[in-house]
């Protein structure tokens, strides 16, 4: 797959069968519209692409209050596009200048002139543009003028088995991890920096990995979960919290800290990515230090069941 990081100099396209939206986090009903639209682009002998935005259009809008959770970091989207077999990815700049091209300019300047498109897929439902003026009737008329054809998705695939972003964020943030990762077809995950912490987990015989999150990144709500990281491009399991440790702790601070099992290298400052596999339990206020590690104890035994009964990840 060919990733164009600017509209400047795209190289000509066989056909070009194209597709828009921010597709975060690669679901199963975004898949069935890939799906749809290699379908297509193999039928007239064209090539794929999809047009997506980066950054995300509300971080330009609104950096100070955009209010945004991604499912899915951007180099883990891009790899999903790609196992997926779409052959160019168009990862637009999004700016406040931008955000003022009309929805017939858009199609005229970029989508013609730039890209040279072929056919155009597009929900029913779906809006592009400035103020969402774009439609799939403003399309179709506009395809009269610049010669491409336009498709409609149908509305089934759009919304696939009830799957949707929203549905997504609603799951993970809930911590119904096993729901959440059927809707995406793939453990939801995140990517983190290791930074140092306390060390208190060593004195209790389970040393963790503190984990610095990207701010616009979801995170599911507080507890202890099953997890497998990437360390190096190397898989571990382990258990992670997700919390503010109200037994060892008393400010309140939330913290994302990861124990990988049979595990004694240096990590700090290496980027790990963790996949979420299933919630083992709310986090708890025990009465005592050792009453936490009596849990940690039977939380890694669940853990590494849990892990147990699912196949490691490609």
Do not use: W
Not at 76 to 93: A, Q, T
Not at 269 to 294: C, H, P, T, W
């Amino acid at each position: 797959m060919k990733v164009y990081h600017t509209l400047e100099n795209i190289p000509p396209i066989h056909r070009p069968v194209l597709t828009l939206g921010t597709f975060d986090g690669v679901h199963l009903g975004h898949q069935s519209i890939l799906n749809h639209l290699k379908k297509t682009a193999k039928a007239i002998g064209g090539e794929t692409v999809v047009f997506t935005f980066h950054p995300h259009p509300r971080i330009a809008l609104h950096p100070n209050d955009h209010g945004l959770e991604l499912i899915q970091p951007i180099d883990e989207r891009i790899k999903k596009l790609k196992n997926l077999g779409i052959d160019h990815l168009i990862l637009c700049p999004f700016t406040t200048a931008f955000s003022q091209i009309s929805a017939t300019e858009f199609v005229k300047m970029i989508l013609v002139s730039k890209i040279n498109i072929h056919t155009m897929t597009i929900g029913y439902n779906h809006h592009f543009g400035r103020n969402r003026e774009g439609s799939l009737e403003l399309l179709k008329e506009l395809s009269k003028i610049h010669q491409f054809n336009v498709e409609e998705i149908p509305a089934f695939l759009e919304s696939e088995k009830s799957v949707s972003s929203t549905k997504i964020r609603e799951a993970v943030k809930e911590g119904n991890i096993e729901m959440a990762n059927r809707f995406l077809g793939a453990p939801f995950s995140f990517k983190g920096l290791v930074v140092e912490g306390d060390k208190i987990g060593n004195t209790i015989g389970f040393p963790t990995a503190n984990i610095l999150i990207d701010k616009i990144q979801l995170m599911p709500a507080s507890g202890v979960f099953a997890v497998r990281v990437s360390v190096a491009g190397k898989l571990f399991d382990g258990m992670m919290n997700i919390g503010n440790r109200p037994t060892i702790s008393k400010n309140g601070e939330r913290r994302v800290e990861i124990n990988l099992f049979d595990f004694s290298q240096n990590i700090y400052g290496q980027e790990l990515v963790v996949y979420l596999i299933d919630k083992i339990r709310a986090e708890q206020n025990f009465k005592s230090v050792d009453a936490l590690k009596e849990q940690l104890k039977k939380d890694e035994i669940t853990a590494r069941h849990i892990l147990d009964m699912h196949p490691i990840i490609a």
